[in-house]
């Protein structure tokens, strides 16, 4: 499923590009895997759309279930170098899960989703909070040191906004009624996102 926000400054990846990229991301995995190395690409293999920069996060999934996801919210570095450095972290260095191994290699689905700009989003109150936010949007939340972000995707399992919005409190390690209480500071983006 390919969701493409209004906001989103990379609206015109084409197929090839898009084939790249996970050919991109799933060659970075299968050459750590190997070689224990960051992979580098020919230049042939690098259109113009992948130096510019983004932000983005690679999700893998195994038999439909999540498997690691990695990610950079801002713009630091160049797409191709992006898809390798995440690619990688999330196949191998997700603290959730055990790095990936060489007989899970073919069984993996690769999901790239490229960001737009992350903007914060200003609200009054809780009530005001849910009717700015919807479903197309990935949101971070963020209160003193503690953040967190959910990509547009993650809205499929929750039934409804209360539950995102206590999820991803949790996940920043805060509490789950956090997000009624404590007026956190909430960003939101778009997503780019396709999948081998």
Same mark, same amino acid.
């Given at each position: 499923?390919? &969701?493409? /926000?209004?906001?989103?400054?990379? &609206?015109?990846? /084409?197929?090839?590009?898009?084939?790249?990229?996970? &050919?991109?991301?799933?060659?970075?995995?299968?050459?750590?895997?190997?070689?224990?190395?960051?992979?580098?690409? $020919?230049?042939?293999?690098? $259109?113009?759309?992948?130096?510019?920069?983004?932000?983005?996060?690679?999700?893998?999934?195994?038999?439909?279930?999540?498997?690691?996801?990695?990610?950079?919210?801002?713009?630091?570095?160049?797409?191709? &170098?992006?898809?390798?450095?995440?690619?990688?972290?999330?196949?191998?260095?997700?603290?959730?899960?055990?790095?990936?191994?060489? @007989?899970?290699?073919? $069984?993996?689905?690769?999901?790239?989703?490229?960001?737009?700009?992350?903007?914060?989003?200003?609200?009054?109150?809780?009530?005001?909070?849910?009717?700015?936010?919807?479903?197309?949007? /990935?949101?971070?939340?963020?209160?003193?040191?503690?953040?967190?972000?959910?990509?547009?995707?993650?809205?499929?399992?929750?039934?409804?906004?209360?539950?995102?919005?206590?999820?991803?409190?949790?996940?920043?390690?805060? @509490?789950?009624?956090?997000?009624?209480?404590?007026?956190?500071?909430?960003?939101?983006?778009?997503?780019?996102?396709?999948?081998?």
């Amino acid at each position: 499923m390919e &969701t493409i /926000g209004e906001n989103l400054d990379i &609206t015109t990846v /084409g197929e090839k590009d898009k084939r790249a990229l996970l &050919t991109l991301a799933r060659n970075s995995i299968e050459w750590f895997a190997k070689y224990g190395e960051k992979y580098s690409p $020919s230049e042939f293999e690098l $259109s113009d759309m992948m130096y510019e920069r983004s932000g983005v996060f690679v999700t893998l999934m195994k038999a439909g279930q999540l498997r690691g996801c990695i990610g950079y919210i801002e713009p630091i570095k160049e797409i191709w &170098t992006a898809v390798i450095d995440n690619s990688i972290n999330a196949a191998f260095y997700d603290p959730r899960f055990p790095p990936i191994k060489q @007989h899970e290699l073919a $069984s993996l689905s690769i999901e790239i989703s490229l960001l737009s700009d992350v903007k914060r989003l200003d609200y009054v109150d809780v009530n005001d909070l849910l009717a700015k936010i919807n479903r197309r949007m /990935g949101l971070m939340i963020k209160k003193g040191m503690h953040s967190a972000t959910y990509l547009p995707e993650v809205w499929e399992q929750f039934k409804d906004k209360d539950d995102f919005l206590e999820s991803l409190c949790l996940k920043a390690s805060l @509490h789950a009624e956090a997000w009624r209480n404590a007026h956190p500071d909430i960003s939101y983006y778009y997503t780019n996102t396709f999948k081998s």
